[in-house]
Every structure is written in C-alpha cells, then in structure tokens.
C-alpha cells in the first residue's frame, strides 16, 4: 500500500523467524577488516504520529531512523527520498527508548543445572516485551579466572543475541590475579560493573575483608559496586535448623531468606562502600526493610542505588505456601519474594519517588523438572524466576496505570536510569539526534493477558500468570531494524552486539568525586603537646 508522498506504509516484507532453534555455531569469523553492514542497518524508518516520551518530557514528534541511529526528531518530517522509507503509524501512541533489563541470566549453569532461557529465547522475549538490550552477568567460579568468565558467556551469547547486550562481571574471591583481571576487564573489555555476593556461601559469597577490597578497587578503577544483599551465614544457619524440623518445602526458602537477613546485609554493604567512598548498586531489592536501607542511604547523600525487579513489583511470596509445590517452588528466588502481600505496591511507590533507581528481572528461568531437583530439600531447588519479557508491562500496569508514576518516569526506571549508571547514555535509554535507534512504539491503552501459553520465554511457568496488564509493546526498534511488530518477530540469532561500556560514569562519579574532594579528613591544626609524658601515673 502507497501512502502520502509515495512512502510504503509499514509492510513487513522479510521473512519472518517463528522461533526456530537458532544455529548451533556461530558463524565462522569473517576474513575482511570491514565486515559488510548488515542490511537491516540500511533500512530507513519514519515512525510519524506519536509522542516521543523521554526521561524528562514528552513532545508530539516523528522520528527519522537511518543506519541504525535516530537522525531527526520534530513534527511533520519528511525524509527525502520518500522511496524505500518504512513508515510505522505512531497515531495515539507513545514512541519510548527501548527498555534497558539491567538484570538477567541467560543459559546460566548454577545449582545443578542450566537456566532455560538461552541468549536466543531470552532476547527474542525480550524484545517482545519492549526492552531492547539486557545487561546479564558472567559468574567465575571461586579461583578461576575473571576473564575466562567473561569470554565464555561472551562467546555464548555472540551467536545468539537478538538484541544489544553487556555483561557485568561477579567477583567471587580475592586476590592480587582478581585485582589485574578486573583492570583487563576495564580497560579492553568494556566491562564498569563488578557483582559481588553477601549469599551462596562456598559458592560465590565473600568475606567482609574481602568486600572491602572489591569495593576499593571499583572505585579506583571508576566502576559500580553491585552487590547481591543477603547475609549467607544466617541462612545456612536457618536451613538446617528448618530441615531438622521437617520443613523441606519451598516456604523453607522463604522462612530461611527472612527479611533480616536481606536487610542486615543491605545496611553492611553500604557501610562498607561507603567507608571506601565507592558507589553502590544493590541487586534485586526485594523487601520493605533492605527498601528502606536504602532509602536512608540516598536521604544522607550516599551514592547508592537500588535495583527493585518485575516479579517483586507484581507479586507476592505468599506463593511459597502455595499447596501445589511445583507452584510454590517456581516462586523459588534468592532473595525470596516477600510474604508480605503489601510490599509490591510499597516497592513501586519508592521507585516512582525516586528512592530505588531502575527495575531489572533477575530473569532466571527452570522449568518444573528442573526445579524438581529440590523436591525434598528447598536448598536444592535452583533459584530463579522469569521476568524479562514482561518487565515493561508489569512496571506500567503496577506503576503508571495505578497513578503511581507518569510515562516520563516510566522511561526513567525501564532505560535511562540504566544507562546513565552504567554509562550507556545517550546512547542508549534517550530518543535523540545520535542515539541508537532502540526504540519501542507503545499502547498506553492496549491490554494483554499474561500467560505462559502465550508467552516467548522457553519456560512451561510464568510467575505473572493471568496478569492483565495496560501498556503492550506494538512495534520494537533494535538499532534502526523492526524486530517485533503485533505478535510477529524478525529476529535473526546473533544479530545483537556487544556494548562496551567505559568506567567512570560520569551521573555517578561527579558526585563520588567530588564527594572524595570534600569529605577527605583534615587533621585539626594545635599547638603540639609540650607537657610531661610518661607511662606511670603521676601521684599526687
Ligand atoms: O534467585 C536468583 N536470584 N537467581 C540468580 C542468581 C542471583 O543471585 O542473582
Ligand atoms: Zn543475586
Ligand atoms: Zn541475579
């Protein structure tokens, strides 16, 4: 169909990819220094009729996407030539930065098993959702090497991606070989955020000795200090005790992970970052208290930031007391979801208000066999739930629907926040002349029912279920080439890149910097000492 000035309507001419597996090896790397630009980097949209929504305002604007990048944005644009433009119809609908998913772990060997989303599945879901780059962790085993880590999930997710991605790095023990590791990691793969674990004792958690030096060391190299926030000795502690009492079900989990033991670690490692001045990055905040630590921290001007996830935004641990224990034990997460019904909504006020910065999923994703591994001891079940396809949906049905938080905040907590923390910005998370073309058209007053029937991700449980939610992704833009658009995906297996990201970001280190200058300590300056001194007592 020809529409106004000879521009083809949106018509979806490729072939299309249902989801087949994707290929097993990557393609051979090819000889020639310039690699041919893929031909969806060519493809020219207009996305006219729409309101572009940023992190600061909302403007009635088209936007010209050419190679991959925004070139123009302003009303009534007419790119010349008009032959061989796209035009998607924007009419009555939000044009939103791709949503950025801070927090994922994609085909992640852990606890006996492999989580089941892939970088293929996982990405094609997330684009289905709205969010056109993720953020997942590579994770060394104690005593290997960092960058091995960061080589192997690299070379996992190369062939697979469908959309852009980075990957933080875990820091799972300490030594001078870490401390060399994390300065390569820096300088030549583009890596500014370290995990470090408080959990999962003799696995990955670490000592408060060696906190500190990790934390030292992000700031030195100008990096985020992430932090997984639970204390792994109280919990070992409760298991056994819970096992001895005869509860081996999923509330186990959640009675072991009890609110405490988030929030004590919470409280710890902001001290700790904060003694050495290094800014702060706590994962997946899932309770009122370890909310609240936060909240205070930001209130005395530390530079800390909390990660609230989708499933602790739309729903409640009250699920681990669920009699069916294939149910109970899909809720199965560390931290746990809150038993109580009312910390979602208390959550979503925080990060309307600012307290908490940016929403990731923790998309972590083992079908019901695989959580079956536990089926007589809940320490056992592989821990990790789904997200990363319905994050933008639930944040907008639990925050912007409810009256909680406006678009403009919206955009703040699902893309630019994330890349302004981790130094992506504006490149990505802002629709502007330069930035990548990562960009979502979105239905503020469509709504979807959420089910794993219907759902992409590869898990046969989707902890939203049923979930009707206001706000569906319409159309989603990945670096200039529509690759979903109303149930339909254009998706090719490794099409996505590696971002790198370079340290010191600077919406977070100008105050760390500045913070050093101004909080250093002085000595007080007096007269020096010039009396007796002596080790004995005098007597009178
Ligand atoms: O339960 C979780 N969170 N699984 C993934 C590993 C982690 O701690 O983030
Ligand atoms: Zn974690
Ligand atoms: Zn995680």
Known sequence: M?????????????????????????????????????????????????????????????????????????????????????????TNKLVIPGGIDTHT?????????????????????????GTTMIIDFAIPQKGCSLIEAFDTWKSWADPKVCCDYALHVAVTWWSDEVKEEMKTLVDVKGVNSFKMFMAYKDLYMLSDEELYSAFSYCKELGTIAQVHAENGELIAQNAKKLLAMGITGPEGHALSHSEDVE?????????????????????????????????????????VYGEPIAAGLGIDGTNYWNEDWAHAAAHVMSPPLSPDPSTPDFLMNLLANDD???????????????????????????????????????????????????????VAVTSTNAAKIFNLYPKKGRIAVGSDADIVIWD????????????????????????????????????????????????????????????????????????QEVCKPVPVKREPYAGVVSATPESE
């Open 2 to 90: 020809m529409a106004q000035g000879g521009c083809r309507k949106i018509v979806f001419m490729w072939s299309f990819d249902y989801g087949q597996t994707p290929p097993a090896q990557p393609a051979p790397p090819g000889p020639p220094a310039e690699p041919p630009m893929p031909s969806y980097q060519k493809q020219r949209l207009l996305i006219k009729g729409g309101r572009v929504v940023n992190d600061d305002q909302s403007v009635e604007a088209d936007v010209y996407v050419e190679e991959g990048v925004v070139q123009e944005v302003g009303p009534n644009l007419n790119p010349r030539p008009p032959s061989g433009l796209t035009v998607l119809d924007a």
């Open 105 to 129: 772990h994609l085909q992640f060997p852990f606890m006996g098993t492999t989580s089941k989303d892939d970088f293929y599945t996982g990405t094609k879901a997330a684009v289905a959702g």
């Open 263 to 303: 929030a004590e670690a919470t409280h710890r490692a902001i001290a700790i970052a904060n003694t050495v001045n290094c800014p702060l990055f706590v994962v997946h905040v899932m309770s009122k208290s370890s909310a609240r630590m936060i909240t205070n921290a930001r209130n005395e001007g530390k530079v």
């Open 356 to 410: 908490l910065s940016v929403v990731g999923t923790d998309n972590c994703t083992f079908d019901t066999c695989q959580k079956a591994l536990g089926k007589d001891d809940f320490t056992k079940i592989p821990n990790g739930l789904n997200g990363v396809e319905d994050r933008m949906s639930v944040v907008w049905e639990k925050g912007v629907y409810s009256g909680k938080m406006d678009e403009n905040r919206f």
């Open 444 to 515: 503020p007053e469509a709504t979807r029912t959420i089910s794993a029937k219907t759902h992409h991700q590869a898990n046969n449980f989707n902890v939203f279920e049923g979930m009707v939610c206001h706000g569906v992704p319409v159309t989603t833009i990945s670096r200039g080439k529509v690759v979903y658009h109303d149930g339909d995906f254009n998706v090719t297996a490794g099409q996505g890149k590696y971002v790198s990201r370079p340290p010191f970001p600077p919406y977070v280190y100008e105050r760390v910097k500045q913070r």
